[in-house]
């Protein structure tokens, strides 16, 4: 999360500590190049690390100047990863403001949703010693298998009957234990709305297809910590 303190803060940073190279977000893609999209999918962005882009506080994974032939709706599913939704028909192409192409997709096409509710062996919240002082955290869910159509992980903070995303992880298939939420370190920052739950709080966790689609939420879960 990047309130206006913490902005100012890194900031600061950069100008004080020579080492730190300014380090903005940028959005990336997720669904394939080219991929079909199912009728209740879209084209799913999250975000990566830059130090060559225009400086931005704002959630890069909602890029409201993006434009294709037809409207497009922005479904944010948690903060830095939201879905894009179109109702164009056959091929269609999304560009940015500058009118440079940020990806072509066909509409029309049948994927059967086949995501599992997340089952986790394990999900811990650690610390560490954080660079020059002050502590890092980082929640690991931990998993027999990962779903072939997962490509990312939702954590939600549940409270009655509400499920607030606090997080996510794009799937890494080299590990059982995905970093579903964690601090972005001395010069990064998180997309703003990224909240670390308490160690108290109950928890939820959902996977994400490559057009945006969710699976059922898990079982309420209590974080371990260690």
């Known amino acids: ?17 020579a080492k730190c190279m300014r380090v903005e977000l940028v959005p990336q ?7 079909t999209l199912p009728a209740d999918g879209g084209v799913l962005v999250g975000w990566s690390s830059s130090t060559d882009a225009e400086p ?20 944010t599913l948690a903060p830095g990863l939201s879905v894009y939704r179109t109702k164009a028909t056959g091929a269609f192409t999304i560009v940015d403001a500058k009118r ?8 029309g096409g049948k994927v059967a949703l086949d995501l599992p509710a997340p089952a986790p062996s394990s999900l811990v919240m650690s610390h560490s010693e954080g660079f020059r002082g002050g502590e890092r955290y980082e929640i ?20 009655g009957d509400k499920r607030v995303p606090q997080s996510f992880t794009l799937v890494d298939r080299e ?5 579903v939420y964690a601090d972005p370190g001395h010069c990064g920052w998180n997309p703003p709305g990224t909240m670390r739950p308490a160690a108290t709080d109950a928890v939820e966790l959902a996977w994400v297809d490559a057009y945006g689609r969710l699976s059922a939420p898990s079982a309420a879960l209590k974080l371990t910590t260690k």
Do not use: C
């Open 29 to 35: 893609v997720v669904t394939p190049a080219k991929a």
């Open 175 to 179: 590990r059982k234990a995905l970093a």
């Open 1 to 17: 999360m990047r309130t206006a303190l913490a902005a100012a803060a890194l900031l600061w940073a950069h100008a004080s500590d």
């Open 140 to 159: 690991d869910a931990t998993f027999a298998a990962i779903p072939a159509q997962a490509v990312a992980l939702v954590l939600y903070k549940v409270a």
């Open 56 to 75: 931005s506080n704002t959630d890069p994974s909602v890029q409201a100047t993006w434009k294709t032939g037809a409207a497009l709706t922005i479904e």
């Open 100 to 107: 440079k192409a940020v990806g072509t997709f066909t509409a």
